[in-house]
């Protein structure tokens, strides 16, 4: 058994953002642990723009926003162990780990950050009827399939799910000669950024069918055609509303799901919405030392904001380590999403012991025009903003300052909302 | 009857005539199985006992392709069927068998108990005539539970449940795992496996039968017809008396692991007012199993699911087991029963076709009495052909290891010795590379990637082989000596990718 004060798992934007700032701490001792042959993670197969503008100013693709972070990994001398998988996080932050050098090992860890990131909901999940033949993706793994090993996954595509990685595979395909006949959304309203709708789809004249699902695929041995259909509001195929489409591959981007098999095997508390773990205003689980970050926490759209928040998981796991003074006992202060918010990252903040500001990031649940968001101590409000668009595709964010809420020191509950006035 | 089928001998040898000058490829042997389904395998397994030349002939591209990789998995306890049926008869043999033969064969089997629930005071003579028949059937250990002791003993089980029966013989099996030892040991044994060939004609000859396809002629003393769905059409290629089998369609849903213990039982419904139920079971993988529906279908090759039958599993379901998470839906699929008109299994030479032998009709409970079907045909074969038993006959298989079986030390040397034990390829099932390639290289290796899925679970999970799709297509590519672009998901034409660039 080896041990770290600080074990990362995961080498993609969050964990090497998380060793980053650990280091920039002060910490010596950092092991970033990545499943895959090579750091960077998910952002390898994304190899279009739009990466870095917040945390760069300037427009990169994936790989080279993950070049980036990669660069200070060597510079800084920060271990990594590649083709490494973790097996269990046990008790006292035993982890076992499994690789072809080192074989079944185990690895003590001061600190655990989970930076695993997360997976993609496979048709099973909707419960698409049909055949079962060749020719079905979830975006992602067609994407790789792309751009990193360089094959051709389909000629004729229909896509279903207006997430990013579907939009993006859309311009994709299309770039590469496939011919991409439809995406549909069965919400209605996109769940991508609207930029990559214009980008994607409105640039190529890909038609997006809002309210519409795949209810049929054909085709014994490669995919040859689905069927899409209307839906009514509670998101049922409307009859007589049946359209075919002669195709040979159909791309799923029907969502994503936080990755967190390790994190429920080690007790890690998760939200049900989110499907993250709860943390505080450290980004600490419910198990102490353990933080997570990135979309292993909760899905985000843009890779800003996971290094962001990552390298604050970096230094929350530093001062645990290595505490530079005596934590004030205090309580938990929950934060609760409510009216229009589906949930919030973190759900909980320690007033006592919280940095100057806390970023409150959040999702709506559906499509708002000229509403305001929201926030209350308790039963006053203490934030109102006006905005003209919120939706459900673009994570949004409040920011919670200490010295304001050193002004209430019996605050019960923050709560985070959306109001029409 | 005989004599219909010497009148055909002359043209017949003009056309193996004909055949040869097109190039086919002769082959012969003493008997040849059509199918290579969980029962073809089963046969071929016992029939290789004995000193014979055997062929399994398949027109997938792997065992295990057709019902039987699309079914509840069940070992039925044997309480369904008729008194003095074959079915009640192989059922309950086959019950017997499975455990002796799992751990000669190395497939998984747990005997979890079945239940079958009953909502409605009404029906309680009906759940009491259901005990009589397994009594019958010679089904031991049968009881009758209260609903409260059914929720004992089952928490989930909704208040709705008035009463239960209990067999605590029934259990669960890896219908995979079952079928590809089966088919494997039989290969080990000295079967052929002639795969992607499908039988299009069956001629009766002087000394057998030939089977036909496009591009071969198997020369057979004896036949054994387990073309599950397609079990009439050969059947009726050589009998007057007529089968019709009708494809019983079922749909399922299968779960995430994390549902995989709402239930520890298998809960069948008995059938009452609200017509026939659908169970809930645990798999032997630790996922939750819930279906099948039954709707008769024309088309044999109809497996595709349809949005009422999928949303009929969810409604029916909940009757039984209350809080089955279906949003953790991970996948579903459907399978064809092969139902035949007189409701019972055909197991036997044809009557009016002598050396051919039929195990048709194979619908539940096949599965459970593919072993039994397996010993009694092979038996049958093996007296007619007066053939003597192997002196070296191999009765054990060894499976793939799985090393989340081991000890930490187990595995840790197993790394040591072959690191690529070491590199985990499908992350949600911890399936390593070395198992895949073991999975390719063995007995009878798998060629595609459901192959591979079926044989170590690669794919098989949470993701649904989103993640080591790409992976998995290497290492396949790797081992075969195969064109990455020729990689199928299945059968021929199953190509995942439509180019390389």
């Known amino acids: 058994m080896t041990e770290h004060d600080i074990v990362i798992i995961g080498g993609g934007p969050a964990g090497l953002a998380a060793a980053d700032a650990a280091r920039k701490a ?9 499943r895959e042959a090579y750091l960077g993670g998910i952002l390898n197969q994304c190899i279009h723009n739009g990466f870095g503008l917040h945390t760069f100013k300037e427009e990169l693709t994936g790989p080279e926003y993950a070049v980036r972070y990669i660069k200070m990994i060597e510079e800084e001398n920060i271990p990594y162990l590649l083709n490494t998988m973790v097996l269990d996080i046990g008790r006292d932050k035993v982890l076992t780990i499994i690789n072809r050098g080192e074989g079944l090992t185990t690895i003590k860890a001061g600190a655990v950050i989970l930076a695993m990131g997360c997976r993609e909901r496979p048709r099973g999940a909707l419960n698409i009827p049909g055949f079962r033949p060749a020719g079905i993706y979830s975006a992602g793994t067609a994407q790789r399939l792309m751009n990193m090993e360089g094959y051709e996954v389909g000629k004729e595509a229909v896509i ?11 311009r994709r ?3 590469e000669g496939a011919r991409v006949k439809a995406v549909a959304e069965l919400m209605p309203y996109s769940g991508g950024l609207k930029r990559n709708i214009v980008q994607c789809l409105d640039d190529y004249g890909i038609s997006l069918k809002l ?3 795949v209810v049929d695929i054909e085709g014994k041995e490669r995919v040859t055609g689905v069927t899409l259909a209307a839906v009514d509001e509670k998101r049922k195929p409307i009859p007589g509303t049946e359209e075919h489409y002669t195709c040979d591959t159909l791309l799923l981007s029907v969502g994503l799901i936080p990755e967190n098999e390790l994190s429920k095997g080690a007790g890690v508390q998760l939200d049900e919405i989110t499907s993250g773990p709860v943390v505080n205003d450290r980004l600490e689980t419910s198990i102490s030392g353990i933080f997570a970050c990135g979309n292993v926490l909760h899905v985000h759209d843009l890779v800003d904001y996971v290094s962001e ?11 645990y380590v290595k505490p530079r003074k005596e934590k004030t006992p205090s309580s938990q202060i929950k934060i609760k999403a409510a009216g229009g918010v589906r949930y919030t990252v973190p759900q909980y903040l320690d007033a006592e012991n919280m940095e100057d500001q806390v970023k409150v990031r959040f999702r709506v649940s559906d499509v708002y025009r000229d509403r305001y968001i929201s926030v209350y101590f308790d039963s006053e409000r203490v934030s109102h903003k006006k905005r003209k668009v919120l939706a459900p595709g673009e994570m949004e964010q409040v920011v919670l300052k200490k010295e304001s809420l050193a002004k209430y020191p019996d605050l019960k509950q923050i709560v985070v909302c959306t109001e029409v006035e | 009857m005989s004599l219909l089928f010497f009148s055909m001998i002359p043209e017949n040898r003009e056309t193996i005539t004909d055949l040869e000058e097109n190039n086919m490829k002769e082959m012969n042997y003493d008997t040849a199985i059509i199918g290579g389904g969980v029962i073809g395998c089963a046969i071929a397994r016992e029939l290789s006992r004995y000193d014979l030349k055997i062929c399994v002939s398949e027109r997938e591209e792997d065992v295990c392709s057709g019902t039987s990789k699309s079914n509840s998995a069940i070992v039925h306890a044997g309480y369904d069927a008729v008194p003095g049926s074959l079915k009640a008869r192989f059922n309950t043999e086959g019950n017997r068998m499975m455990r002796e033969l799992s751990k000669a064969l190395d497939f998984s089997f747990i005997r979890n108990g079945s239940m079958v629930i009953c909502f409605s005071e009404k029906d309680i003579p009906a759940l009491n005539a259901l005990y009589e028949k397994g009594v019958k059937n010679g089904v031991p250990d049968l ?42 040991n039989a290969c080990d044994n000295g079967v052929e496996f002639l795969f992607e060939m499908e039988v299009k004609d069956i001629r009766k000859t002087e000394h057998g039968y030939d089977l036909i396809s496009e591009d071969k002629v198997i020369h057979t003393s004896y036949v054994i017809n387990a073309a599950g769905v397609y079990a009439d059409e050969f059947h009726n290629m050589v009998s007057e008396k007529k089968l019709r089998i009708t494809p019983r369609k079922g749909d399922y849903c299968l779960l995430d692991k994390e549902a995989g213990t709402l239930v520890s039982h298998t809960i069948f419904q008995l059938p009452g007012k609200m017509g026939k139920g659908i169970l809930v079971t645990p798999t032997v993988h630790g996922n939750l199993l819930t279906g099948p529906t039954a709707s008769d279908v024309e088309d044999k090759e109809a497996t595709g699911t349809t949005a009422k039958e999928l949303s009929d599993i969810m409604v029916k379901s909940a009757w039984g087991v209350k809080n089955i998470p279906f949003r953790h839906t991970i996948t579903s699929f459907s399978g064809l029963r092969a139902h035949e008109d007189g409701e019972d299994f055909v197991v036997g ?6 050396g051919f032998f039929d195990a048709a009709g194979m619908e539940s409970p096949g599965l459970t009495s593919a072993p039994a079907v397996g010993v009694y045909l092979a038996e049958l074969i093996a007296q007619k052909a007066n053939a003597k038993k192997k002196e070296h006959f191999q009765e054990t298989r060894k499976g793939i290891v799985n090393p989340q079986k081991l000890s930490f030390e187990q595995r840790a040397e197993m790394i040591n010795k072959d690191p690529s034990y070491g590199t985990i390829i499908c992350r949600c099932e911890g399936v390593s590379e070395g198992e895949i390639v073991d999975a390719i290289t063995r007995t009878l290796g798998a060629v595609s990637l459901d192959g591979i899925k079926r044989r170590v679970r690669a794919g098989m999970g949470r993701c649904q082989a989103g993640f080591c799709t ?8 790797r081992e075969t000596g195969k064109k990455i672009e020729d990689i199928c998901k299945n059968r021929t034409g199953s190509n995942l990718l439509t180019g390389k660039r």
């Open chain 1, 26 to 34: 002060g910490i010596e001792d950092i092991m970033i642990l990545e």
């Open chain 1, 160 to 170: 279903l799910g207006s997430g990013d990685i579907g939009l993006i595979m859309a």
């Open chain 1, 173 to 175: 395909m299309t770039l």
């Open chain 1, 211 to 213: 309210s519409h699902t």
């Open chain 1, 309 to 319: 928040e990552a390298s604050l998981a970096g230094t929350s796991a530093v001062s």
């Open chain 2, 143 to 184: 009881s009758i539970l209260t609903g409260d002791e059914v929720r004992t003993m089952e928490p989930n089980v909704t208040e709705t449940a008035v009463a239960a029966l209990y067999a605590p013989t029934g259990g669960i099996v890896c219908p995979f795992g079952l079928t590809i030892a089966l088919a494997e």
């Open chain 2, 349 to 354: 030479e044809v009557p009016d076709a002598a």
């Open chain 2, 470 to 477: 790409p992976k998995t297509m290497e290492l396949l590519a």
